[in-house]
């Protein structure tokens, strides 16, 4: 007899299956706070139609079809059914329902936006006017400076443990999506400014015995800062030279790939840095690099070679 998830055993299942993710560690809180909510949103949607039975993948279309009226972009919706498309096929391992009804439903067709970067110079406008005293403010120029020089992402930022640094060999170990390690290399004075930083952090945990002593971006009260602290941070910092909206931690690791890329970095070596799975994922910063690509041209055409050997012969 086939068997069907029916909607008054969603609530249950959907604790199963965030249990689940948490037990086995296999996604960032953050991602597991949005599954709960996107799960939460379905479970409400499905009350509001006042269905009572099995669900089907027609469910999942209508339930994509309100989101579609309620004006929500391709992005939040794709990431909307690959949570159900997870959490449908947790249930098939699990046995509980034989097919997942998300399967074959197409994502959407994502418009290709460009990043939004930073120029070199309104990077070192922001590093050189942020003051290193007190240890709070050192504490930000801190932050700012390793999400550019590191390519880090919010997440990773935040989870940073003192662990993870190796000061001998000047490299950061950090924890990707997907629960997958990498090693980012570190400039001389990125790891000098972040063993100073880790006085003045020392300072504040003598301060509180029973505080956090793993992290290393911490409050003066001892407890870590969460992605929301480091998000005001970096806000509070770039918005003296961009614009609204575009003063999110993301906007620095764009920066950190455009940069390298126009100063002529290998674009695999890119995509090692900040680990990404697929090269194609990388490629969008070649397109916001028309400077690399100018250099590029002029320094392997012929003809670009042929002009300068003229140029200096007159």
């Known amino acids: ?9 969603l609530s249950e299942q959907v604790d199963r299956f965030l249990n689940q993710l948490e037990r086995l560690n296999s996604c960032s809180s953050q991602t597991i706070t949005s599954y709960k909510q996107d799960l939460r949103q379905f479970l409400d949607f499905l009350h509001a139609q ?10 999942v279309r209508q339930f994509l079809a309100f989101l579609s009226e309620k004006k ?36 959407r067709k994502m418009p290709r936006k460009l990043p939004n970067v930073l120029t070199e110079n309104q990077i070192l406008s922001i590093l050189h006017g942020m003051p290193e005293e007190p240890a709070d403010a050192f504490r930000d120029k801190v932050i700012i400076e390793l999400f550019y020089t590191t390519g880090m992402r919010l ?12 000061f001998v060999s000047q490299q ?3 924890m990707r999506k997907g629960r997958k390690l990498r090693w980012v290399p570190l400039t001389a004075q990125m790891s000098r ?18 505080a956090d002593t793993a992290h290393v971006f911490i409050a003066p009260n001892g407890r870590p800062l969460g992605p929301r602290d480091i998000s005001r941070i970096v806000d509070r910092a770039l918005s003296k030279v961009a614009e609204k909206g575009k003063t999110h931690p993301h906007i620095l690791r764009h920066s950190f790939a455009t940069h390298l ?6 674009l695999v070596a890119v995509k090692e840095l900040l680990g990404h799975e697929s090269l194609s994922t990388t490629q969008i910063y070649t397109h916001v690099s028309p400077g690399r690509l100018q250099k590029v041209y002029l320094q392997a ?11 200096r012969s007159l």
């Open 1 to 9: 007899m086939p068997k069907f998830l029916l909607v008054r055993d």
């Open 50 to 59: 006042q269905i009572v039975g099995a669900i089907t993948r027609l469910h």
């Open 72 to 107: 929500s972009a391709p992005a939040t919706m794709n990431r909307k059914l690959a949570c159900l498309r997870s959490f449908f096929k947790f249930l098939v391992s699990q046995n509980v329902i034989e097919r997942n009804p998300t399967a074959n439903i197409a994502f």
């Open 155 to 166: 997440q990773e930022v935040a989870s940073l443990r003192v662990s993870d640094i190796n």
């Open 172 to 174: 950061l170990q950090v």
């Open 193 to 210: 400014e972040l063993e100073r930083w880790l006085v003045y952090r020392r300072q504040w945990l003598e301060a509180c015995p029973s």
């Open 261 to 266: 890329l126009n100063q002529g970095a290998d």
């Open 301 to 311: 055409h012929p003809r670009a070679k042929l002009r300068k050997t003229t140029s």
